[in-house]
């Protein structure tokens, strides 16, 4: 009988516990025009997952990335850094 209780109680402990959970609840939400938004249902806070607009560069424009730095687009996937936008 011992042996039973032990088990059960090891069963039970090792089972997910639906009622509460430790992490806030999150959502994800699409807009019509396609961009995918992660919703922080405690704080409202939202982030953009994922976008589906599609950025189209031409030879000789100028873009920045996500660290700052600009870049001038050369052509077929050639870029080069530009040190400053300001000519001298």
């Known amino acids: 009988m011992k042996v039973w209780i032990i088990l ?4 039970i402990s090792g089972c997910d516990n639906n009622t509460y959970s430790a992490s806030p609840g999150f959502s994800l939400f699409e807009t019509s025009s396609g961009v995918v938004y992660l919703i922080n249902q405690s704080t409202g ?3 953009v997952i994922s976008s ?12 920045r990335d996500s660290k ?8 077929d996937g050639e870029t ?4 400053s936008l ?3």
Do not use: D, H
């Open 68 to 75: 700052g730095n600009f870049f001038k687009y050369l052509g």
């Open 45 to 47: 806070e939202l982030e």
């Open 8 to 11: 059960m109680v090891l069963a």
């Open 80 to 83: 080069e850094k530009i040190e």
């Open 86 to 88: 300001v000519e001298k």
């Open 52 to 63: 589906k607009k599609t950025l189209v560069l031409s030879a000789g424009q100028i873009f």
